[in-house]
């Protein structure tokens, strides 16, 4: 293993010690899944030295791959078990799909930017990362076709809850999303139960706008 490697492994596993699982996060498949897939590999070549910083990171085109923290606290309030479908609004690098991947039985990603799309899919594939469906298109308008699933999680914010991810949600299903103004946003916890559905507020947050018919006009 190369110097640069070996730096981005050892900085890979501290990101996962001092980030991670000092703030909370527990679930130990997840820890797993954030100390094996490459982050790096979802960056632009010239901003590898940030891929494990504790900040957002400009991925270009006006979208980020978000801080990892952030990101692992919205996929443990998944509450993932191996047999889930998910459903992933905002595909964006990838990174979180590779994530998703690994903790569930298949991963349908949307990504409204057609560039985006086609470098994900490049870097999944590198990495060998098959149980995963991507298509473009308006992600605040879920995927019809494929419903229900069993969790949604989206990598940008709306102004709320769309209704076609709860649409589309099968029962006992649940959706984690930022969810505000465009500033700031709080993340959210949807719980579909008996065809109720109850909400649950965790944190605030700063993510990019969902864009979409039913997100943010363009």
């Not at 969790?151 to 649409?167: L, V």
Request: hydrophobic letters at 40%; glycine letters at 10%; charged letters at 25%.
């Amino acid at each position: 293993m190369g110097s640069t490697e070996e730096k981005l492994a050892d900085a890979r596993q501290s990101m996962v010690e001092l980030q991670l699982r000092r703030r909370g996060i527990r679930n130990q498949a997840l820890l797993d899944a954030f100390s094996s897939i490459p982050r790096e590999v979802f960056l632009p070549d010239d901003l590898y030295d940030e891929a494990y910083e504790d900040h957002p990171v400009s991925i270009g085109m006006g979208q980020t791959i978000s801080q990892p923290y952030v990101t692992a606290l919205m996929v443990q309030h998944l509450d993932l078990q191996p047999a889930h479908r998910v459903l992933d609004v905002g595909l964006g690098s990838g990174y979180q799909a590779a994530v998703l991947a690994r903790l569930s039985r298949h991963v349908y990603a949307i990504e409204r930017i057609e560039e985006l799309t086609e470098r994900a899919m490049g870097v999944l594939a590198r990495l060998d990362v098959r149980n995963i469906t991507i298509c473009t298109g308006d992600g605040s308008l879920g995927w019809p076709e494929e419903a229900p699933f069993d969790r949604i999680i989206c990598g940008a914010a709306a102004p709320d809850i769309p209704q076609p991810w709860i649409d589309q949600l099968g029962e006992g299903g649940r959706i984690v999303a930022p969810v505000g103004g465009a500033d700031v946003q709080t993340v959210v916890v949807v719980q579909k139960e008996n065809g109720k559905v109850r909400r649950q507020q965790v944190c605030d947050v700063r993510f990019v706008k969902l864009i979409g018919r039913k997100g943010w006009p363009s």
